[in-house]
Structures are given as structure tokens and as C-alpha cells.
């Protein structure tokens, strides 16, 4: 079997007193054994529920799951075994030193430190020297090492990765990312979610998920690739108040900032720029500067949520 984990139309509901809230609405996909596969999605967007049903710690309301060819349901003990679960939360002993929990995690799954160092150990080193300090006084950083070499130590086939870089400063990000790619190396499928767009370019492939339903699966690229609109970046002395002007043009399709730019796309194609850029001047405008730029995959997302709703 050449899929490590299947959804199967999956839907997860919640009573919230005489009303009922939809987490997650018919999700259905596969991940390939040693994928590297991202869950894109804001807060909110079911990746929390679904984490926790492949991870048994949750029950699907429709539909059916596996994990290494285990059912999700039937089959919870077996895969409880076999995967790591890093939870978005900080959830480690925060009075234990980093050996401690580490050690904790080995005897959980009846291993040690020593027998499985060599997976972790690529990781482990970076706190390593900080091994006899408690949990709790760990930067951001260290913690979401622990966390993870907590979650390899018995040598998982499959890693759940929870929005793993949250709160994480940008350093921290780079070189969590960098691990990941070497876990790979260890025939290691990764799942991982999170709400920052640049990091689905990350990823073999990427799952863009809002309100519960599934918007489109692809390889980064490929997601791009789908978008076919021209897409201009437009920045001004006064970005505020260019937002306002530009979204007031009936050429105008969506106008939506993007860092220090804002990204805009027009309803046709054969538009003019240098009548825009008049059109704004008269409007006092200052510094405006255009650029025709190829669209990210947060331009993508929000063109199919826009769809979506239309």
C-alpha cells in the first residue's frame, strides 16, 4: 500500500446547545509513504480536528480513516503506536528538564534515549547542552525542538505536525523546516498545518483547507500554475488610502495587501497602466510604484475563497 494515510469523506460535527457546528465537510484525500504534505489553512479552518482524528484522538462523525493501512476507529491502539503527534500547544512537562520529558516519551512506547538517538539526534543536538534545564524556562525555539524530538523518539512511520512554528521567531522557522526535510530522509511521512502561506512552498504537496472544506490539493506549483489572472503589486507614500482609491475603480476585480504592497487584479487583462497611475496622482497619490508580478499561493487561496462564496 503506497498511501501512508486516506481520508474518505470525512466530517466532523460539534452540538453547540440546540445548534450543530461543522468542523470539517466531506474531506476527502490521500499522502504518499515519506510525502512531505502541508494543511494550508487560517485559524479556524478544521486543521486542528482533522489532526486529531488521524490520530485517533477524536472520532469522525461521516466517513472512515487510515493510517499505515489502520482504521482510525477500529484499529486507535495500533496507530497510537506507530505515529508522533506534536499538538499546536506547547504541551510537554514544564517542570521536567529536557531530558526528563525526553526519557518520559521513550518509556512511554517501552524505548530509550540511546536506542533511537540516531533519529533525533540531528535535532536533539541543538538543546542538548541545555538537557538538565526544566521545560519551562526553554526560549520558543528550544521548546518546539523538544516537542518534536519527544514526538520521533519511538520512531514514528508517521508525523502529525500542528501548526509546529507558531510563535516561533523567523530563524527558528527556517531551521525547523530544514529538519523536516532531513526526517524525510528517514522514510518519514510528515503532516504538517499551518497558517503561513510561504510555508506550503515548503512542501511536496499542500492541502488549502477553509471552513471545514478542502479548496484544492496540489504540488505548490501546480497551485499556482492554476492561477491565470494577471496580478499587479502597487505600493504608494499613503498605502491606506491607496487600498481605499484602488478598490473604488470599477476595473478593479480584488485589491488585498500583501506585506508592504498591494496585490491587484484586474477585471480584464488589456488594462492600461500608465492611465491607472494618472487616475491615482489626480487622486494625490505620491511615489506610486506598479510591478507585474506572478502570483504566491496566498494569491491563490484568496482567489478560491472568493469563488467559493460567489
Known amino acids: ?24 465537510n466531506d474531506i476527502a484525500f ?29 472520532l ?24 508522533g503527534y506534536m499538538p499546536g500547544k506547547f504541551s510537554l512537562y514544564q517542570d521536567l528538564t529536557v531530558e526528563e520529558n525526553l526519557s518520559f516519551f521513550a518509556t512511554l512506547f517501552n ?6 538517538y540516531d533519529l533525533v539526534k540531528d535535532i536533539y ?36 505536525l500542528d501548526e ?8 527558528s522557522r527556517k531551521e525547523f523546516w530544514e529538519l523536516l526535510r532531513q526526517l524525510q530522509h528517514q522514510k518519514i511521512t510528515i503532516l504538517v498545518s499551518t497558517p503561513y502561506m510561504d510555508e506550503a512552498s515548503l512542501c ?6 477553509q471552513e471545514g472544506k478542502i479548496l484544492d490539493i496540489d504540488s505548490p506549483q501546480g497551485i499556482t500554475g492554476k492561477f491565470r489572472k494577471p ?15 484602488l478598490k473604488s475603480m470599477d476595473i478593479v476585480e480584488s485589491c488585498y495587501p500583501f506585506g508592504q504592497v498591494h496585490h491587484v487584479i484586474f477585471r480584464k487583462e488589456n488594462i492600461k497602466m500608465d492611465e491607472v497611475l494618472e487616475q491615482l496622482k489626480q487622486k494625490g497619490h505620491e511615489e506610486v510604484e506598479i510591478e507585474s508580478i506572478n502570483a504566491s499561493i496566498e494569491d491563490s487561496f484568496m482567489e478560491l475563497m472568493t469563488s467559493k462564496h460567489d
Not at 528550544?142 to 502529525?160: D, E, G, T, W, Y
Not at 511536496?204 to 483547507?209: K, P, S, T
Open 164 to 171: 509546529p512554528t507558531t510563535g516561533v521567531d523567523a530563524v
Open 125 to 160: 543536538s541543538h538543546i542538548e547542552k541545555f538537557k538538565h534545564r526544566r521545560a519551562g524556562a526553554l526560549s520558543g525555539g528550544m521548546k518546539q525542538k523538544l516537542a518534536l524530538s519527544c514526538a520521533l523518539i519511538h520512531r514514528p512511520s508517521v508525523l502529525f
Open 1 to 24: 500500500m503506497s498511501q501512508a494515510v486516506r481520508v474518505d469523506h470525512v466530517s466532523k460535527t460539534f452540538k453547540t446547545g440546540k445548534s450543530e457546528l461543522t468542523a470539517l
Open 204 to 209: 511536496d504537496r499542500v492541502a488549502l483547507i
Open 60 to 83: 469522525p462523525t461521516k466517513g472512515s480513516a487510515s493510517v499505515d493501512g489502520f482504521d482510525v476507529v477500529k484499529d486507535f491502539k495500533q496507530i497510537r503506536n506507530r505515529v
Open 111 to 116: 524505548t530509550t534515549i540511546e536506542e533511537n
Open 30 to 58: 490521500d499522502v504518499e509513504r515519506g510525502e512531505l504534505f502541508g494543511l494550508l489553512g487560517p485559524d479556524g479552518a478544521g486543521k486542528t480536528t482533522l489532526f486529531r482524528v488521524l490520530t485517533t484522538l477524536m
Open 231 to 245: 496580478i499587479w503589486s502597487f505600493s504608494a507614500k499613503n498605502m491606506f488610502h491607496l487600498m481605499l482609491d
